[in-house]
């Protein structure tokens, strides 16, 4: 599928492409979904009703600047952007849109005239698309300047010395402001001076006053201060601002007539070596008489340290502000001092006054200083002769010195004998060694063994009641030929060979270790002890075991025990013997036999499951592995694969059982060949198999059935009794019958019985069709251990087939009368003919006139309700006369059959005649 037109996902951003595959029977058709990508095609443009360049007053308040819309035609993240500000005096909301956003720009920070007379304001936006696109936007904003500021004096206080020696003219100082503000025309300041003394003068010059002394003084002159104000404004036109500030000028004597005097005539101290830089050591004063008249004289511009620079190098003075007419300072360390290098100096110390006018001679006068260094504990102690390496014999006797440790310190000296360093020896780990505190001599305090710790390194530590620190001593221990060998074998030692391997047959290598350091302390050999061994070699110095004969497990040689000595070449010689057991090992050249060669079994057929079939022991004559026995059954003789049978392994006995008893059936199969398989555990197995014949037992486990479910027969009424109707025998798979029969709900009554073992019915009682012409027997079938559970039963139906013999009978015949005359077709009367045979109905019933058949004839009828019914109809055909005959006598014969059996039945009908 390709591409074929330019697509934007803004007109459609999903199609559904069908494609269809067609031969000349079928079509398919597969869909294909299409999502359209955004690509970051367009950048974030920007517009705006505002102009990108304007000007604002400095003082603008922080409200909004400039709206502008942003957009980006794009879709998706490429649609979506960030916005920022590069000026941090503004803030722009919001500061991120979808695809377009109206943003408001806000000053957050106000301007500075001063600091910047134009601001630009740079929007960008970035997009989240890949890659990014970027739109700009620029706005310039000119400031103009607001006059906020007003004049502001420079190097305040303004305070002037005026000294009596002074000429006319004679410059003092500039007294200035400046405005902050930016533009030109603030910038110009003018000045005015209020109230100044006459003896001053002043001048305004490069936009300052300058100060000059106006009249001349002389020695005599007392000191004065004088005081003016200057006023300072600048030239805003609309509403300029102004400052005021005060003017002090001190007149002062400048004479320098006496010179400094110390507070002591002496000054002492003492500083500890540890003090840090500018501790104070000696506090010293000094005053000067000229200080009542002239301040500047009399007060003390600085101490000097005077002497040799060596020693008060370590030393600086400190001039503290004046306390009224006594100038205060101190002695303090410069940086540090070193008691080891100097434990007390002496030094002048000079106190020199002011000269007011710098032309006056400064005066000055010294005293002497004594400062004392203290000693204290700034020096660690320094061992002597690193590093400490030494070698010592492993059977160094305990308390033997070996090494001494020595260790300096410089703040050590024989008067105070507290900085000695004092030595201990590190005990993570111990060591076998110890040290003494004081001379510093190592010597052995335990048992050295060279086999365990070749060296010991180990750390000496000197303490000298502040620093402590450490040395690294390394002891080496030389070897002494004090460990015997070691065998590298596990206790017992005992080793395996297969029989029947040939001459020179390599068994194992024994080797030895002896931890002894030196070459001969450790060089081992071997040999048997004692000398000589027919079966096997022991190389001396490989400790190679090989077999001098094919050994034969079946004829003895089962175990060998010998004894090895491992012996070193050190002096003296130390040796090591262990005992060693050598067991021949199995080969698997025997299969294993079953001990009954013909085995038999039998299994009910009802056994449960896991019952135990038969155990059978199979031997043989390896041992081991080769004569572990796994058993298996490797054919059951199963009708339809069944597997009856499995079998367990217990050592050498095989113990089969019945694994399914479902399958054990004897109606079904009355005997299993199964085949049993022995195997050894050798690596290539030996196999023996073996038939083994399971009989099956059969028990009664099936209920017994009829074949059928209905049987039928068919007895005349008239059989005897015993007679025998029919036979209902079930049948039982079962080997062994042990089920009877019977008639459900039979007794002596009842017309029939059933031999229970043969299942034959026979007739116990006379029957009568006409009675019940069927009878329905079920008979029953059941165990004979369980009589009351009736396992089955079937129907039996017993049809009677009827029998001629009962005669028919007319019921109630009466006599007519009837009128003299002639008739034709008129029925006199109707009789009605009774036959109880069912068989032998009176539709079988032949009606016959035994007199006068010539003027009488008879029709017969059946009740359509009761079969055993019939109606014979007379009727008269003739003249019948009173005078002549006033009696008719009509004899009928009904005969019932037509066979030699039939029955009969006479009625004679009376009629008697009415005279007329």
Do not use: C
């Not at 603008?60 to 500000?85: A, C, K, R």
């Not at 500083?271 to 003390?300: K, M």
């Not at 048992?447 to 060296?455: A, I």
């Not at 060089?523 to 004969?549: C, D, Y």
């Amino acid at each position: 599928v390709y591409l074929a037109i330019d697509i934007e996902r803004a007109n459609n951003p999903t199609y559904e492409i069908f494609i269809f595959a067609t031969d000349s029977v079928f079509t398919v058709f597969v869909k294909f979904v299409i999502t359209v990508i955004e690509s970051n095609e367009f950048d974030p443009i920007f517009t705006t009703d505002n102009a990108t360049s304007f000007t604002l007053q400095e003082d603008y308040p922080l409200s909004l600047i400039v709206t502008l819309n942003i957009s980006d035609l794009d879709f998706g993240l490429s649609g979506q952007f960030d916005v920022s500000v590069s000026n941090p005096l503004f803030e722009i909301v919001p500061d991120n849109g979808n695809r377009e956003a109206y943003l408001e720009v806000s000053l957050v920070t106000p301007f500075d005239y001063e600091t910047s007379i134009q601001e630009t304001l740079t929007i960008t936006a970035t997009d989240r698309g890949n890659p990014q696109r970027t739109g700009i936007i620029t706005f310039i904003i000119d400031l103009t300047d607001v006059n906020e500021f007003s004049p502001s004096f420079q190097n305040t206080p303004f305070v002037f010395t005026a000294l009596a020696h002074y000429a006319i003219g004679t410059f003092l100082g500039t007294v200035s402001a400046i405005d902050n503000d930016g533009t030109t025309d603030r910038e110009d300041i003018n000045y005015t001076v209020v109230n100044i003394p006459s003896e001053f003068a002043y001048s305004i010059t490069d936009a300052a006053i300058q100060l000059v002394t106006d009249t001349t003084f002389d020695s005599s002159t007392s000191n004065e201060n004088f005081t003016f104000t200057v006023t300072a404004e600048d030239n805003d036109p609309v509403s300029p601002r102004n400052t005021t500030v005060t003017v002090e000028i001190r007149l002062q004597n400048d004479e320098n007539n006496h010179g400094p005097v110390f507070g002591l005539s002496f000054y002492s101290g003492s500083i500890a070596e540890d003090a840090s830089d500018g501790t104070v050591i000696i506090n010293i004063s000094a005053t000067d008489e000229d200080f009542a008249l002239n301040e500047i004289a009399g007060t003390i511009s600085k101490f000097e340290l005077t002497g040799d620079p060596e020693v008060f190098s370590y030393f600086r003075t400190v001039l503290y502000p004046l306390d009224g007419d006594v100038s205060r300072g101190a002695i303090v360390l410069n940086g540090s001092i070193d008691y080891e290098t100097v434990d007390s100096v002496t030094f002048s110390i000079t106190a020199v006054d002011t000269s007011p006018n710098n032309l006056t001679p400064r005066r000055s006068s010294p005293v002497l200083v004594s400062i004392i260094v203290e000693n204290v504990n700034d020096n660690p102690p320094v061992f002597i002769g690193e590093p400490y390496i030494t070698t010592i014999e492993e059977n160094t006797a305990n308390g033997t010195e070996f090494l001494e440790i020595e260790a300096t310190d410089a703040d050590f000296n024989n008067i105070d004998d507290s900085f000695r360093p004092n030595f201990s020896i590190s005990t993570h780990p111990p060591v076998p060694f110890q040290v003494d505190s004081v001379s510093g001599l190592l010597s052995v305090a335990g048992e050295l063994d060279r086999e365990q710790n070749t060296q010991f390194q180990f750390f000496i530590f000197a303490f000298d009641g502040l620093h402590n620190v450490s040395t690294n001593v390394t002891v080496f221990l030389s070897d002494a030929n004090d460990n015997a060998p070691i065998f590298n074998v596990t206790v017992p030692f005992v080793l395996y060979v297969f029989e029947e391997q040939s001459f020179g047959y390599e068994i194992t290598t024994i080797t030895a270790t002896d931890i002894d350091g030196l070459p001969l302390n450790n060089e081992i050999r071997f040999r048997f002890v004692p000398a000589g061994n027919a079966e096997f070699l022991l190389v001396e110095p490989t400790g190679e075991l090989k077999g001098l004969r094919e050994l034969d497990r079946d004829t003895g040689d089962t175990i060998f025990n010998l004894t090895i000595l491992a012996e070193d070449d050190g002096s003296p010689r130390q040796s090591t013997t262990i005992d060693l057991q050598i067991i021949v090992l199995d080969i698997n050249d025997n299969s294993p036999v079953f001990l009954d060669s013909s085995p038999t079994a039998e299994v009910s057929e009802n056994a449960t499951f896991n019952i135990t079939v038969l155990t059978l022991e199979a031997d043989d004559d390896d041992i081991g592995e080769n004569a572990r026995l796994d058993f298996s059954i490797v054919d059951q003789g199963a009708v339809g694969g069944l597997e009856p049978f499995r079998v367990r392994t217990f050592e050498n006995f095989a113990e089969i059982f019945l694994n399914d008893s479902s399958a054990i059936d004897y109606e079904t199969q009355t005997a299993y060949i199964v085949r049993l398989a022995v195997r050894d555990g050798g690596s290539i197995p030996l196999m023996n198999t073996i038939d083994i014949r399971i009989n099956v037992l059969d028990v009664d486990d099936n209920d017994p059935t009829f074949p059928q479910p209905l049987y039928t027969a068919t007895i005349s009424e008239t059989a005897p009794i015993n007679f025998f109707v029919l036979s209902v025998l079930a049948e039982d798979p079962d080997s062994v019958t042990n089920f009877a029969h019977q008639i459900q709900g039979n007794s002596t009554n009842a017309f029939f019985y059933i031999n229970a073992t043969t299942g034959d019915i026979f007739l116990q009682r006379p029957l009568n069709h006409e009675n019940a012409h069927t009878h329905y027997l079920i008979v029953e079938t059941f165990n004979l251990d369980s009589p009351a559970v009736i396992t089955d039963s079937t129907n039996v139906t017993i049809y009677v087939s009827d029998e001629n013999d009962l005669a028919p009978f007319f019921l109630a015949i009466s006599n007519e009368n009837l009128d003299e005359g002639s008739y034709l077709d008129e029925l006199i009367v109707t009789l009605t003919l009774v036959d109880l045979d069912v068989n032998h109905m009176a539709h079988y019933v032949e009606f016959t006139l035994l007199t006068e058949s010539e003027r009488f004839y008879i029709t017969q009828d059946i009740d359509p309700a009761n079969s055993s019914i019939s109606f014979a109809n007379l009727f008269l055909t003739g003249d019948v006369d009173f005078e002549s005959q006033p009696l008719i006598a009509v004899t009928i014969r009904a005969l019932d059959d037509n066979t030699t059996s039939a029955q009969s039945a006479i009625a004679t009908v009376f009629i008697y005649l009415n005279n007329l």
